[in-house]
Nanobody, 119 residues
């Protein structure tokens, strides 16, 4: 079992930055690939970024590539999402999720953190 807790959301002006954190429980954090997703009422759930278990491989959605950076600290059981050049389209509830390395489906999800970008 893995429990995930996101933090770092809030209200930011367009063009600003935020850094989200996701703290994971358990001693097997490095066994999991970690992803960030976001949800809006209009678009539903949207993939944002994923980082593999070692941190050596990352993938981004086209809409955030070049602006967002996913990273992880396996010693601290934490994954981060640095978000720069935010715009109103980035307003959403952001979730982190964990999947066993090599698997496709995410088995564990956090409760989400709200990010609101004002224009």
């Amino acid at each position: 079992q893995v429990q995930l807790v996101e933090s770092g959301g809030g209200l930011v002006q367009a063009g600003g930055s935020l850094r989200l954190s996701c703290a994971a429980s358990g001693r097997t954090f490095s066994s999991y690939d970690m992803g960030w997703f976001r949800h809006t009422p209009g678009k539903g759930r949207e993939f944002v970024a994923v980082i593999n278990w070692s941190g050596g491989s990352t993938t981004y959605a086209g809409s955030v590539k070049g602006r967002f950076t996913i990273s992880r600290d396996n010693a601290e059981n934490t994954v981060y999402l640095q978000m720069n050049s935010l715009n109103s389209e980035d307003t959403a509830v952001y979730y982190c999720a964990a999947r066993v390395r090599g698997k496709m489906n995410y088995d564990y999800w956090g409760q989400g953190t709200q990010v609101t970008v004002s224009s």
